[in-house]
Nanobody, 119 residues
């Protein structure tokens, strides 16, 4: 059974920092592309950052220079370090694991963790 368990969300003031963690089980973590998505009220879910199994990273423009995604394959965990947080970063953040295999897409989601940036 595949599980992605996020932690680290919470309430933080503008300019503050949080680190999200996502612990994966039930998959061969090292071969999966891992990502963080977010969904704000009334908006579509968007990709925040991903770190592919080969090491390349991608960020949405709005978080470049403020957020850093990393992964520890030995711990089956992906992280999202979020600095200089802004109220517009408020959303539910979801961990995503994705493997594009021949003829089959494997994709899993965590349950989400709330991040609220407010004074």
């Amino acid at each position: 059974q595949v599980q992605l368990v996020e932690s680290g969300g919470g309430l933080v003031q503008p300019g503050g920092s949080l680190r999200l963690s996502c612990a994966a089980s039930g998959i061969i973590f090292s071969i999966y592309d891992m990502g963080w998505y977010r969904q704000a009220p009334g908006k579509q879910r968007e990709l925040v950052a991903n770190r592919r199994s080969g090491g390349t990273t991608n960020y949405v423009d709005s978080v470049k220079g403020r957020f850093t995604i990393s992964r520890d394959n030995a711990k089956n965990t992906v992280y999202l370090q979020m600095n200089s947080l802004k109220p517009e970063d408020t959303a539910v953040y979801y961990c995503n694991a994705r493997l594009n295999a021949p003829l089959t897409l494997y994709e899993y989601w965590g349950q989400g963790t709330q991040v609220t940036v407010s004074s």
